[in-house]
């Protein structure tokens, strides 16, 4: 009896300890693939992140500077790509909302804004000139194009000085001048701002 239970543990031995080897190599080609899968995305992250620099237009400085002269109407530019540059796409002086008008689904770029924000210290009321700059990158915009604003933005960012306040929006829906103006509250010594125009 002994010998026969012996010979049945032993069978039951020799087909687990195979099931555990064919484990084990099912186990290995799942890390295999999954080590393969890791270097591709990584291959593709080092693609993006190797992106050459985008030729930047010399109308976006002289326009970024135009912004900033306090006697010039425009208020804000939008700065996007186009033929494989930056590029000033649009300009206007109707504030936040003009700037925004040119965000869409399938497109990207920078934005550069003034804000005039009022002080009132009893009767004595002056204009304070504070300025955004806004990354838009839209829903629908592909990788490889999501990958060259990222590239992009140390450079074009240089070319915007002295601005307070940076947003990046990927959505419509957040899309809210109140909460811009509420930032730039907060970062305002000022205690009592209103705004004048965005």
Same mark, same amino acid.
């Given at each position: 009896?002994?010998?026969?239970e012996n010979?049945v543990q032993?069978?039951?031995? &020799?087909? @687990?300890e195979?099931?555990q080897?064919?484990l084990?190599?099912?186990? @290995?080609?799942t890390?295999?693939?999954?080590?393969?899968?890791s270097l591709?995305?990584?291959k593709?992250?080092n693609?993006?992140v190797?992106l050459?620099p985008?030729?930047i237009?010399?109308?976006?400085q002289?326009?970024a500077?135009k912004?900033r002269?306090?006697h010039?109407?425009?208020n804000?530019?939008?700065v996007s790509?186009?033929?494989?540059?930056i590029?000033v796409?649009? #300009?206007?002086d109707?504030?936040?909302a003009?700037l925004i008008?040119? &965000?869409?689904?399938?497109?990207?770029g &920078?934005?550069? $804004?003034k804000?005039? $924000?009022g002080t009132?210290?009893? #009767?004595?009321?002056?204009?304070?000139?504070?300025?955004v700059f806004?990354?838009?990158?839209?829903?629908r915009?592909?990788?490889?194009?999501?990958?060259k604003v990222i590239?992009?933005?140390?450079?074009?960012? #240089?070319?915007?000085?002295?601005?307070?306040?940076?947003?990046?929006?990927?959505?419509?829906?957040? $899309?809210?001048?109140?909460?811009?103006?509420?930032? $730039?509250r #907060?970062?305002?010594t000022a205690?009592?701002l209103?705004?004048?125009?965005?």
């Amino acid at each position: 009896k002994n010998l026969v239970e012996n010979l049945v543990q032993s069978r039951r031995d &020799f087909w @687990k300890e195979k099931a555990q080897q064919h484990l084990t190599n099912q186990q @290995k080609q799942t890390i295999i693939r999954r080590r393969k899968s890791s270097l591709n995305i990584i291959k593709k992250r080092n693609v993006l992140v190797k992106l050459k620099p985008t030729d930047i237009d010399d109308q976006v400085q002289s326009m970024a500077q135009k912004v900033r002269i306090s006697h010039e109407k425009v208020n804000w530019i939008w700065v996007s790509y186009s033929n494989n540059k930056i590029t000033v796409s649009a #300009s206007g002086d109707n504030g936040y909302a003009g700037l925004i008008s040119n &965000f869409q689904d399938t497109n990207s770029g &920078f934005g550069y $804004l003034k804000v005039s $924000l009022g002080t009132n210290h009893y #009767s004595h009321s002056t204009l304070v000139d504070k300025y955004v700059f806004l990354v838009w990158i839209g829903p629908r915009v592909s990788g490889i194009s999501r990958g060259k604003v990222i590239s992009d933005l140390s450079q074009v960012k #240089s070319l915007f000085k002295d601005f307070c306040l940076e947003l990046t929006y990927n959505d419509a829906k957040d $899309l809210n001048e109140d909460i811009l103006l509420h930032k $730039l509250r #907060s970062l305002s010594t000022a205690h009592n701002l209103s705004l004048i125009h965005i």
